[in-house]
């Protein structure tokens, strides 16, 4: 396969230009030296004993690339262990706070799931890692597919399936590109489970037989098995109360934020506080290892923040202000909240997921650059589930009128929440398509 070769020639020039990188991001997201031998498909005895211990009748390897995909994964999954008592499962990640999320799991379903870091997709490893796991199936999460363990999976006799199927427009117009370089890799596939119906047509293009292609909804939005536990929201009720918080008080969330949108949300924090004089501003950023820099960035605006992961830590009384500097609370954070403002949609590009805070109903805003969620986005607005605004200070308008009127409040968060009925059932039906 003449991709696969210009692939491999260039997959190593590729991998260095990217390795300061990644070593940069992997210290700063308390990564571990000895966690790259796994990428090389090299694991400690513990580890190797987990794996052989699994089920192999019916073994998975799951990938899932951050913390985004392992949450769809961990929903899969708990679906396909209670539908199949001898399913065992691999589940790799690509990133320490994904694997952070996956190796919680695993400790949760001793015997049934181990949790590694994925490795490199260099032809050799491949291989390696094929004669360890020994998969029955492979199921990639969303758009992770690897040219080399594709092949490898397919030649071997292991179905490759790409389970909750999305392509941003970003990534698109990329495959559309290369498509000449991409089809070959795709044609392998032995499903493609899609979120969307206007998503068939994207993958026909890209060479996928339509016999292939089935229509599943979102497991990320669907609303069956996706209630937080509420142990969880009583623990982080309690955290609330015990930095300073009443119960009583009303709550701002600023959901994935990236860089600079914390300072400016801080701003709009201190714009409401005149008319909402007891608002607590909670600040949930997408990478918490910028914990110190948003805070310095806040007290230049005068607020003192707290960190969510100082249990001792105190809100200043006079603008009580939290960063949640802690990982996969986000979704357990939301049904704490009064609005939630959805990160990554006024300063950068694509948006995060408004679907958690939707489905805690909760009324939800985000700003101009949602590109990454465009149908989500549409089915929200469409529903006036949602509301998109231009900037902060269309958004400082947005939060006021929704923070002072409770009734126009509730009839978005039960808006947004009933729109994502049409994704109702996608995990069963993904369940099912992968147990087929």
Same mark, same amino acid.
């Given at each position: 396969?003449?991709?696969?070769?210009?692939?491999?020639?260039?997959?190593?020039?590729?991998?260095?230009?990217?390795?300061?990188?990644?070593?940069?991001?992997?210290?700063?997201?308390?990564?571990?030296?000895?966690?790259? #031998?796994?990428?090389?498909?090299?694991?400690?005895?513990?580890?190797? /004993?987990?794996?052989?211990?699994?089920?192999?009748?019916?073994?998975?390897?799951?990938?899932?690339? $951050?913390?985004?995909?392992?949450?769809?994964?961990?929903?899969?999954?708990?679906?396909?262990?209670?539908?199949?008592?001898?399913?065992?499962?691999?589940?790799?990640?690509?990133?320490?706070?994904?694997?952070?999320?996956?190796?919680?799991?695993?400790?949760?379903?001793?015997?049934?799931?181990?949790?590694?870091?994925?490795?490199?997709?260099?032809?050799?490893?491949?291989?390696?890692?094929?004669?360890? &796991?020994?998969?029955?199936?492979?199921?990639?999460?969303?758009?992770?597919?690897?040219?080399?363990?594709?092949?490898?999976?397919?030649? /071997?006799?292991?179905?490759? $399936?790409?389970?909750?199927?999305?392509?941003?427009? /970003?990534?698109?117009?990329?495959?559309?590109?290369?498509?000449?370089?991409?089809?070959?890799?795709?044609?392998?596939?032995?499903?493609?489970?899609?979120?969307?119906?206007?998503?068939?047509?994207?993958?026909?293009?890209?060479?996928?037989?339509? @016999?292939?292609?089935?229509?599943?909804?979102?497991?990320?939005?669907?609303?069956?098995? @996706?209630?937080?536990?509420?142990?969880?929201?009583?623990?982080?009720?309690?955290?609330?109360?015990?930095?300073?918080?009443?119960?009583?008080?009303?709550?701002?969330? #600023?959901?994935?934020?990236?860089?600079?949108?914390?300072?400016?949300?801080?701003?709009?924090?201190?714009?409401?506080?005149?008319?909402?004089?007891?608002?607590?501003?909670?600040?949930?950023?997408?990478?918490?290892?910028? /914990? #110190?820099?948003?805070?310095? #960035?806040?007290?230049?605006?005068?607020?003192?923040?707290?960190?969510?992961?100082?249990?001792?830590?105190?809100?200043?009384?006079?603008?009580?202000?939290?960063?949640?500097?802690?990982?996969?609370?986000?979704?357990?954070?939301?049904?704490?909240?009064?609005?939630?403002?959805?990160?990554?949609?006024?300063?950068?590009?694509?948006?995060?997921?408004?679907?958690?805070?939707?489905? @805690?109903?909760?009324?939800?805003?985000?700003?101009?650059?949602?590109?990454?969620?465009?149908?989500?986005?549409? &089915?929200?607005?469409?529903?006036?589930?949602?509301?998109?605004?231009?900037?902060?200070?269309?958004?400082?308008?947005?939060?006021?009128?929704?923070?002072?009127?409770?009734? @126009?409040?509730?009839?978005?968060?039960?808006?947004?929440?009933?729109?994502?009925?049409?994704?109702?059932?996608?995990?069963?039906?993904?369940?099912?398509?992968?147990?087929?």
């Amino acid at each position: 396969m003449l991709s696969l070769i210009l692939y491999n020639c260039l997959l190593p020039f590729g991998l260095l230009l990217m390795l300061p990188g990644a070593i940069v991001k992997m210290r700063r997201r308390n990564g571990k030296w000895r966690d790259l #031998a796994q990428r090389f498909g090299t694991f400690s005895p513990d580890t190797m /004993r987990a794996i052989y211990a699994l089920p192999q009748e019916q073994r998975l390897w799951v990938h899932a690339v $951050s913390v985004g995909e392992v949450n769809v994964a961990v929903k899969l999954m708990t679906r396909l262990l209670q539908a199949d008592a001898g399913v065992g499962i691999v589940l790799s990640s690509t990133t320490p706070t994904g694997h952070a999320l996956a190796a919680d799991f695993a400790a949760r379903h001793p015997g049934r799931v181990v949790a590694i870091f994925s490795p490199l997709d260099f032809p050799t490893v491949g291989w390696k890692m094929l004669d360890i &796991l020994k998969p029955t199936q492979l199921l990639l999460v969303e758009a992770e597919v690897w040219p080399n363990l594709t092949t490898q999976a397919r030649t /071997r006799g292991v179905p490759v $399936s790409l389970v909750n199927a999305r392509l941003s427009p /970003r990534s698109a117009r990329r495959y559309l590109k290369f498509r000449w370089f991409i089809r070959p890799i795709f044609r392998q596939l032995k499903q493609v489970l899609v979120q969307e119906e206007a998503d068939i047509a994207k993958w026909l293009g890209f060479g996928v037989d339509p @016999a292939r292609i089935h229509l599943t909804g979102s497991i990320k939005y669907d609303p069956d098995g @996706a209630a937080v536990s509420e142990t969880k929201v009583e623990e982080l009720r309690g955290v609330l109360a015990r930095s300073g918080v009443l119960p009583t008080q009303p709550v701002l969330l #600023a959901a994935s934020t990236h860089a600079g949108e914390e300072i400016e949300m801080g701003r709009v924090f201190q714009k409401l506080r005149e008319s909402v004089p007891d608002l607590a501003l909670l600040i949930v950023p997408r990478h918490v290892e910028r /914990r #110190a820099e948003i805070a310095a #960035a806040l007290q230049t605006l005068g607020l003192q923040p707290a960190l969510r992961s100082h249990d001792a830590a105190t809100v200043e009384p006079a603008a009580p202000c939290l960063i949640i500097d802690t990982t996969g609370e986000l979704a357990a954070w939301q049904h704490l909240a009064t609005v939630v403002v959805i990160g990554k949609s006024f300063l950068a590009e694509g948006g995060q997921n408004p679907a958690e805070a939707a489905l @805690a109903r909760k009324p939800v805003l985000f700003g101009p650059h949602m590109e990454n969620f465009t149908p989500l986005v549409d &089915l929200l607005l469409k529903h006036e589930g949602a509301q998109q605004v231009s900037g902060f200070d269309e958004l400082t308008s947005a939060c006021r009128a929704l923070l002072t009127n409770s009734a @126009a409040a509730g009839r978005m968060a039960a808006n947004g929440n009933a729109a994502l009925v049409v994704h109702e059932g996608a995990t069963r039906r993904t369940v099912e398509r992968v147990l087929r």
